[in-house]
């Protein structure tokens, strides 16, 4: 398989390993209706950190990824900062990658290559990972993810057609891309197929209802709206009901079916009203006799009154349970959300939530975790917000976004001033039942930082230390039990933490006798590993009694 060489390849490609884990420290005067969080994070700091610093408690708990990395365009202004202990990348640190940097696909690819290693770490087995980019880094992009995920893992390439470019001297520009992966492609099922057969039977059944004059059309029409009112979402995210334009005018992403510059023009009897529809200006799209056979399979829906066809227009695809590799969608509608809230337009190049929208609940459900590690303004967890409040759903959404603060700027804080605002005001406006609380990075948990004193929560340590035992997440976090330093059981092994958050109190704690039978006595038969600052047991009675020692800091990151 092809794979990517570039400057510093060897050097950050297990750059990851050595990021130490750091904690995640809430800041409640930050939360916003924290009562109603459900999980929503929003954390502040580097991706990459705090990408680490969610491992112990989300490896292997996420459903979907979303993220928007820098295009590399040269107009982003982003900075190269991952501190990589070699004298060639920290030349780079600190640095705007501008477009006329020779090493800027080098720094890109640096960059990305840690943080999309440990968001796979985060994915679930069925988990989707979904990367939006443009030409700058698009093959570079697609490379590096088949060596990391494996070019078989590969679900599709999504252009989205989001411009229009009107310079006349070159190629017109008028897209991007979504490039989707999966964690492993053996492990996706189509959970759809039969809520889509359902929906369909269910839409046909009611379009046939609406050709035929019925004596209770109140009845019919109210039965109608509310339904498809419900309902218009779920098939439009499944795109099993193709929203076409039955305008005979070339729209770009459909073809005529009548040559000439108009469609075809006849009258349409509003099955409700008895009245001709309004006609399109340009007439209609297909000739009169298959739009007779599409109404009489009820694959064309009316409004509610004869003004109303082309607005509510829907046509069966063929592609029953597909997401379309083509999306016709302004990308200026970022910048409207934006807008709508801020009166403003506070951050560049925003994702629209209708993009969003459209796309995730392909591969997402009520209650899966969604992640976003370049929240930028914020866009997915407002989409998340809203797929919520359509459908009633839990989907948790966790957010990482740096405050990109400088000497230039030190007071600049792009998660709290608008990735944050951005969601707090979507909240209000909007009515979304939801809320987040708000997070920064915190200490790391290494050696030196725990010798300086610096100590975090029994809790968070004790996380942190079953992950790194076990190599998986401690699902029964209540249990944690402080007084008697228990933290959790692994198969057959049980697993302690004789810590304090306190230094001086730490170096007079140690596995000794008396604790050391009490363990014996609270978990019989099976092996324990018991992390300590110190042991005053000797190797006989540890091998006799199946008791492991680790050492508080020195052998922390030794993973059993």
Known sequence: ??????????????????????????????????????????????NLIALKALLPQFAGKVKCIYIDPPYNTGKEEWVYSDKVNSPLI???????VGADDLNKHEKWSCMFVPRIKILRELLQDDGIIIISCDDNEHHHLKTIMDEIYGSINFIGSIIWKNAT???????????????????DKTKLVSEWKSTISDAKEELIKIGKELTNKYKEQNDLQTKYSEWFRENKRFLGKLDRYKYIDLNGVYTGSQSVHNPGKEGYRYDIIHPITMKPCKEPLMGYRFPEITMTELI????????????????????????????????????????????????????????PVLLL????????????????????????????????????????????????????????????????????????????DSGFKYYRLGIPLDAETLLEGQLPTYKQFAKYVYYLCTGENLEA?????????????????????????????????????????????????????????SCFLDEDYLTDNQIEYVGIPYNLFQRR
């Open 1 to 46: 398989m092809p794979t990517l060489q570039f400057k510093g390849k060897n050097i950050i490609w297990n750059h990851h390993l050595a990021v130490p884990f750091h904690t995640l420290d809430e800041v409640p005067e930050l939360h916003y209706k924290p009562e109603k969080a459900n999980g929503n994070m929003i954390i502040e700091g580097d």
């Open 165 to 183: 470019d009107n310079n006349p001297t070159n190629i017109a520009i008028e897209h991007e891309y979504l490039l989707v992966f999966a964690r």
């Open 90 to 96: 920290s030349e780079w640190l600190g640095k705007v």
């Open 357 to 432: 929208t459209h796309i995730l609940p392909f591969v997402i459900h009520k209650n899966d975790i969604i992640l976003d590690s370049f929240a930028g303004s914020g866009t997915t967890m407002h989409a998340i917000m809203k797929l919520n409040k359509e459908d009633s759903g839990k989907r948790q959404c966790i957010m990482i976004q740096m405050p990109e603060n400088s000497e230039a700027e030190p007071e600049k804080n792009i998660c709290k001033d608008i990735t944050r605002e951005r969601v707090k005001r979507a909240i209000d406006k909007y009515g979304y």
């Open 477 to 533: 976090e209540d249990k944690i039990d402080e007084a008697d330093f228990y933290v959790g059981e692994h198969g057959k092994q049980a697993i302690y933490l004789v810590y304090k958050q306190n230094y001086d109190t730490l170096t007079r704690l140690a596995l000794n006798l008396t604790l050391a039978e009490k363990i014996k006595e609270q978990q019989p038969g099976k092996k324990r590993i018991v992390y300590a600052p």
């Open 296 to 351: 009489t399979d009820g694959k064309i829906l009316f409004g509610e009154d004869e003004d109303k066809i082309i607005e509510l227009k829907v046509y069966a695809s063929e592609y029953e349970d597909k997401l379309s590799s083509y999306i016709e969608l302004d990308g200026r509608l970022g910048a409207y959300d934006l807008r709508n809230l801020f009166d403003s337009v506070p951050f560049k190049n925003p994702k």
